[in-house]
């Protein structure tokens, strides 16, 4: 298993699936923000943002808990991104 296996082959008609696969991944990977990061995608993409937002949530913290320079430049853009559209109000329906 690798940090990255979580957006392996995305299917979005077997989100389910993918979502308890990742979870498997963020187990393996308790101190790597990346694979909560994935997982916030996927969990997106099933339309649960509160899931997806609470990943996020422990993903920036993770991030904060190491050195900037370990850190992707990318995972800290999507991090940063994420988090903010987590902090904006949603449309009611």
Do not use: K, W
Not at 26 to 40: G, M, T
Not at 53 to 75: E, F, G, K
């Amino acid at each position: 298993m690798r940090s990255d296996d979580c957006l392996q082959a995305v299917q979005l008609d077997q989100l389910a699936e993918q979502i308890r696969r990742c979870d498997a991944v963020v187990a393996a990977f308790p101190n790597n923000p990346a694979p909560l990061n994935d997982r916030y995608l996927l969990h997106s993409l099933a339309g649960n943002e509160v899931a997806a937002c609470a990943d996020i949530t422990r993903a920036v913290a993770l991030a904060r808990a190491q050195p900037a320079s370990r850190l992707d430049p990318q995972l800290r853009t999507d991090l940063a991104l994420r988090q903010q559209l987590c902090r904006e109000p949603r449309p009611s329906r």
